[in-house]
C-alpha cells in the first residue's frame, strides 16, 4: 500500500532563507509527483508536476526533483518571501490501483 | 480561462440529511477527482470520473457517490449524513496525457461541510 510522508510537519524561517521541503513515497510505482501549496481555508494550487520519467522541474523560485528509485523528492524555494507562507503538499499518482495518494504536508511559515 | 469551481461553498446540513454538491472543471478537461480534507484524515481520494465513468475509488462507504455529465461536469453525493462527513470536499480537473494518465491536476475552492 502506497504511503506518502513529508518532513518536516512544521517548519519556520526568517525571510530570504532558502529551504528544502521532503516527499517520501514508499512504492516506486508511479506515474508522477505533484507539488502544490494551500492556503489556510482554500483550495489547492498547482506548483509543479514531475513525471516518472522526468528528473526535475523549476518554476521561478522553485524547483522540485525527483529520486523514483530511492521515492524520494525534494522541493527547494529560494530566497524565501513571506508569501511563501503556506502548507505544503505533494501527492503521488501510483500504478497500481491508479489512485492519487496524498502526503500530510510541511506547514512552512516565512517571518518578515 | 476560468478555473475548477465549485457549489456551493459552504453548506449545514444535519444527521441522516443527504446532500450533493457541484464541480465544473476547467474548459476542455475530460477527467474530474474528488477528495475529502479533515484535519485528522488529510487529503484522502474519493473518486474519479472520466468521460462519464468512474474509473477508481477510494476507500470510503457507499453513501459517498458521484457521476460526471457529457460536458465534465460533477456532482457528488452524500447519503444519511454522519457528523464524521463534516469536511472540506475539493474537486480537481485535468487533461489526461497521451496514455490518458498523469495529467496535472487543478483543484477548486471546496465545499465546506459542516453536519450538526
Known amino acids: 500500500k502506497q504511503e506518502v510522508t513529508q518532513i518536516p510537519a512544521a517548519l519556520s524561517v526568517p525571510e530570504g532563507e532558502n529551504l528544502v521541503l521532503n516527499c517520501s513515497f514508499t512504492?516506486?510505482?508511479?506515474?508522477?509527483l505533484q507539488w502544490f501549496r494551500q492556503d489556510p481555508g482554500k483550495g489547492l494550487t498547482s506548483l509543479l508536476l514531475i513525471q516518472s520519467s522526468q528528473r526535475e522541474q523549476t518554476s521561478g523560485r522553485l524547483n522540485a526533483s525527483l529520486d523514483k528509485s530511492s521515492g524520494r523528492s525534494t522541493l527547494y524555494i529560494a530566497a524565501s518571501q513571506p508569501g511563501d507562507s503556506a502548507t505544503y503538499l505533494c501527492?503521488?499518482?501510483?500504478?497500481?490501483?491508479?489512485?492519487?495518494?496524498f502526503g500530510p504536508g510541511t506547514s512552512l511559515s516565512v517571518i518578515p | 480561462k476560468a478555473g475548477v469551481t465549485q457549489t456551493p461553498r459552504y453548506l449545514i446540513k444535519t444527521r441522516g440529511q443527504q446532500v450533493t454538491l457541484s464541480c465544473s472543471p476547467i474548459s476542455g478537461h475530460r477527467s474530474v477527482s474528488w477528495y475529502q480534507q479533515t484535519p485528522g484524515q488529510g487529503l484522502q481520494f474519493l473518486f474519479e470520473?472520466?468521460?462519464?465513468?468512474?474509473?477508481n475509488k477510494g476507500n470510503f462507504p457507499g453513501r459517498f457517490s458521484g457521476r460526471q455529465f457529457s460536458n465534465s461536469r460533477s456532482e457528488m453525493n452524500v447519503s444519511t449524513l454522519e457528523l464524521g462527513d463534516s469536511a472540506l470536499y475539493l474537486c480537481a480537473s485535468s487533461w489526461p496525457t497521451g496514455t490518458m494518465l498523469g495529467g496535472e491536476q487543478f483543484f477548486g475552492p471546496g465545499t465546506r461541510l459542516t453536519v450538526l
Open positions: 501527492a503521488v499518482r501510483e500504478t497500481s490501483y491508479d489512485k492519487v495518494i
Open positions: 512504492d516506486s510505482a508511479i506515474y508522477n
Open positions: 470520473y472520466f468521460s462519464e465513468t468512474q474509473r
